[in-house]
Structures are given as structure tokens and as C-alpha cells.
């Protein structure tokens, strides 16, 4: 739950988790060399059918113990951060936000895998198309979520930025190793813009850099669109 001026407060777990235990004794359990409710855990989390109550649960929970999200649980956490937030209920964003900002600031090792999670949802998802007997993936560009997905990942880089003043030294790299290929959709590449730009409004310092990217990049799309005329 989010107070004034960005903070979360601690909620008590509602339940505990379905395989029986508390997340506290599974890391323990798991640091003793026992790793079968870890790995059921771990599993259920994956769960396409992941109900929300379930995700809140386990958030709860996790944010209870995050001193203990040491690297050793590094498995762990990168399911965590697939974890489907954006589009579910807002219960589930907030916890989710509140999670993000306790991880970063106990376990700063896990800041840039964070910042990708969050910029890997800069554009939007992937769909299939099956046509005859062919796969073709393509972008989702009519998902009427994307603006308030977008918002949401804004948000969440402002609760990690609050927390970590130097996310902006580790998030330059990540913001031009996910620029979408000139070959992606226009709507791709201008969703990517767009939330490049928006970032510079909360992150000034970022700004220069980031259009430094954005003019290069174009410039390679301008070279590309000419020699395929």
C-alpha cells in the first residue's frame, strides 16, 4: 500500500503461500540445501492462471523477507519480475510497485534487472498470427491497455529511482540496448520514442543522452527507408 510521498508500508500476509509453508521457511529451507518448495514456488508463480489474490499474497510476502533476496535467489526473483503486473487489478500494481522499490533499495544488485523488466514493456506485446501453416509474430499495436501500461511503468521507474539516486548511470545502457530494430512497426518504434521522451521529464539528467539516441537512431531508419526505395 502506497503512503504520502511515495512510500509503502508493510501489510501482513493474507495467507500463506499454497505449497504449505511461509516464503521465510522456504528460503530457509532452500539455504539449507533443500530446494523442492523453491522449486514448486517457483513454478506456481510461472502459472499462466496466476490468480491475483495469489500474486498479492506472494508480493507481501516477499517484501516481508527481501534482505533475504540475496544473489543466491536470483532465480527466484527473475520469475518474480515476470510476474504478468500491468493489466491486473490495481491491488496487484501497487504491491508489485511496492515490491520493486523494497528490492532495489535491500538488494541494489537486482537494479538492472529491474530497469529492463520495466523498459522491456516500453512497446508494445507481442501477438501470433497464424497464417495457413505459418507463425508469424507481430506487435499487439491495437492493445487499448498500452497508455495505462505505459503509465505504470513510468511509475515504476520513478519508485526505483526514488529509492536508488543513481538509476540513471545504469539506465542509459538499457533504454539503447532495447531500441526496437528499424525493421519493427512505426508503432513500435514511436511507443519506444515517446516513453524514451517521457523519461527525460522526471529523469533531466538522462535528457541529452537520450536525444542523442533518438536523432541516431532515426537517422539509421531515414539511411534504411532510402536504400529500399
Known amino acids: 500500500m502506497e503512503v504520502d510521498g511515495g512510500e509503502f508500508i508493510s501489510t501482513p500476509p493474507m495467507k500463506t503461500v499454497r505449497f504449505g509453508g511461509s516464503v521465510v521457511d522456504m528460503l530457509d529451507k532452500f539455504k539449507r540445501g533443500d530446494a523442492s518448495d523453491y522449486e514448486l514456488l517457483k513454478h506456481q508463480l510461472s502459472d499462466p492462471d496466476i490468480k491475483d489474490a495469489q500474486i498479492v499474497n506472494w ?30 487489478s490495481p491491488v496487484v500494481v501497487e504491491e508489485y510497485l511496492a515490491f520493486l522499490g523494497n528490492l532495489v533499495s535491500a538488494q541494489t544488485v537486482y537494479l538492472r534487472s529491474c530497469l529492463k523488466m520495466v523498459v522491456s514493456n516500453f512497446t508494445p506485446g507481442r501477438v501470433r498470427i497464424r497464417e495457413g501453416d505459418v507463425d508469424i509474430s507481430d506487435s499487439d499495436d491495437d492493445d487499448e491497455d498500452l497508455p495505462r501500461n505505459f503509465d505504470l511503468c513510468h511509475r515504476a521507474l520513478k519508485v526505483i529511482s526514488n529509492y536508488v539516486p543513481s538509476t540513471s548511470r545504469f539506465l542509459m545502457p538499457i533504454l539503447s540496448d532495447n531500441f526496437p530494430f528499424v525493421q519493427k512497426s512505426p508503432r513500435t518504434l514511436e511507443c519506444y520514442v515517446h516513453n524514451l521522451l517521457r523519461v527525460t521529464v522526471y529523469l533531466p539528467a538522462l535528457r541529452r543522452d537520450v536525444l542523442e539516441l533518438v536523432f541516431s537512431k532515426m537517422l539509421k531508419l531515414d539511411v534504411s527507408v532510402a536504400e529500399g526505395v
Open 59 to 88: 508480493l507481501m510476502e516477499f517484501r516481508n523477507c527481501v534482505t533475504q533476496l540475496t544473489k543466491d535467489n536470483e532465480q527466484l526473483v527473475s520469475v518474480i519480475l515476470k510476474l504478468p503486473w500491468l493489466g491486473r
